[in-house]
């Protein structure tokens, strides 16, 4: 990946020089990545905790808080269909921080992208700018538009906060057939670097009700659509004797405790290839589902497991006494975006995906799980010989 302004955030808060986070592993029985005392545990599963490097508040470059300077709304035309979310609230709304999201949100259709959408977007600089939709609705056809006031920036919790309600532009005499307006509204930053984490808003609908709506963590990607596999059918047809390593100074790094199978709340993981000859090669990727900007540690926090006779073992290990330290880094991905991993399989290649860590005995036949330990998500694919 490229770095970007957002790519590593707040060199500051890292550390100079991306040191490696908390002390080297002293353990005599080896660690997994994230074990002990390294700062980059795991993570409670979306990626934003800021044990793993990232910065929980949204300030730019310089240390202070962004203050927003402009909020220009466009309406978006109703429509009568019934969205999904009609069925369990008033409304919904998706924090954009990239265009290409708005291709992928069920609130704006194809048929009226190029007519309202366009023109505002190229008008808004990302860099500066994120844009809140809003969608609701409305008994009549008449209820067509949102209104959207009291828009703010709450430092504390990263996220943008606002009132809106569903406005009747007639004066009466409107038959009684739904409609779902929607909204678009930029909110403008003085200054680059802006780190928002979500969109809340105090909404009414049509009819009245009022509830608050958070577009935290709302998935715009389906990962039904998303190419690869997760792990395959039934059992392995092979399941090897337990690794053993004859040198006594080599330290396993342990296995995963639970895993999550392909998917994740913010995030998905898919594996190219279920069943590969030993010496071919797997592409593993894990992508960014939401509508917003997702932090994760870095690509390297991952363990590579095989699953034998006395259950999951990673094929890795190391001959230090201090253990292995992994940097605390605070990777950012866009929506859609995420990590590329492609792992040939054999010992030399799998011991170059980390220096310090060794294969031994080797890579035997059997079922493997590709797994990212800061979100505990995982693939499996099989091995044969």
């Known amino acids: 990946m490229d770095p970007s302004r957002r790519t590593i955030l707040r060199s500051g808060a890292l550390g100079v020089g991306l040191a490696v986070a908390g002390c080297l592993?002293?353990?005599?029985?080896?660690?997994?990545?994230?074990?002990?005392?390294?700062?980059?545990?795991?993570?409670?599963?979306?990626?934003?905790?800021?044990?793993?490097?990232?910065?929980?508040?949204?300030?730019?470059?310089?240390?202070?808080?962004?203050?927003?300077t402009a909020v220009e709304t466009i309406a978006l035309e109703p429509r009568t269909d019934e969205p999904l979310w009609a069925a369990d609230g008033v409304g919904t709304v998706a924090l954009l921080t990239d265009p290409d999201v708005l291709e992928r949100l069920d609130a704006v259709a194809t048929n009226r992208t190029a007519e309202t959408v366009d023109p505002f977007l190229e008008e808004t600089d990302f860099e500066t700018e994120v844009l809140v939709l809003l969608e609701s609705g409305g008994?009549?056809?008449?209820?067509?538009?949102?209104?959207?006031?009291?828009?703010?920036?709450?430092?504390?919790?990263?996220?943008?906060?606002?009132?809106?309600?569903?406005?009747?532009?007639?004066?009466?005499?409107?038959?009684?057939?739904?409609?779902?307006?929607?909204?678009?509204?930029?909110?403008?930053?003085?200054?680059?670097?802006?780190?928002?984490?979500?969109?809340?808003?105090?909404?009414?609908?049509?009819?009245?009700?009022?509830?608050?709506?958070?577009?935290?963590?709302?998935?715009?990607?389906?990962p039904v659509g998303l190419e690869g596999g997760v792990e395959p059918d039934g059992d392995p047809a092979t399941i090897p004797k337990p690794l053993e390593c004859s040198d006594d100074d080599f330290q396993r790094l342990s296995s995963a405790q639970s895993v999550r199978w392909g998917d994740a709340d913010a995030f998905a993981m898919r594996v190219d290839s279920l069943e590969v000859a030993r010496g071919e090669s797997v592409s593993i990727t894990m992508r960014n589902l939401t509508s917003v900007e997702q932090g994760t540690g870095n690509d390297r926090k991952f363990s590579l497991e095989v699953q034998t006779e006395a259950g999951w073992?990673?094929?890795?290990?190391?001959?230090?006494?201090?253990?292995?330290?992994y940097t605390d880094e605070g990777i950012i991905h866009r929506p859609g975006e995420g990590f590329d991993w492609e792992i040939e399989l054999t010992e030399a290649a799998v011991q170059e995906l980390y220096s310090g860590l060794e294969v031994c005995p080797g890579l035997p036949a059997g079922r493997y799980r590709f797994v990212y330990w800061p979100l505990d998500l995982a693939v499996a694919f099989d091995v044969l010989e």
């Open 25 to 68: 592993d002293a353990s005599p029985t080896g660690s997994n990545p994230g074990d002990g005392d390294d700062e980059d545990d795991p993570s409670d599963g979306d990626g934003t905790n800021s044990t793993n490097g990232t910065d929980d508040s949204n300030h730019d470059d310089t240390g202070s808080s962004p203050e927003i």
């Open 139 to 222: 008994p009549t056809i008449c209820h067509d538009s949102i209104e959207i006031d009291d828009v703010r920036f709450d430092a504390q919790e990263s996220a943008i906060t606002a009132t809106a309600k569903v406005v009747d532009s007639s004066d009466g005499g409107c038959g009684e057939a739904l409609a779902y307006p929607s909204s678009l509204t930029r909110v403008s930053f003085d200054g680059d670097g802006v780190w928002l984490h979500n969109a809340v808003v105090t909404l009414t609908d049509g009819w009245g009700n009022t509830e608050t709506v958070e577009a935290a963590h709302e998935r715009v990607i389906d």
């Open 313 to 325: 073992q990673e094929v890795r290990g190391h001959r230090s006494e201090h253990g292995i330290g």
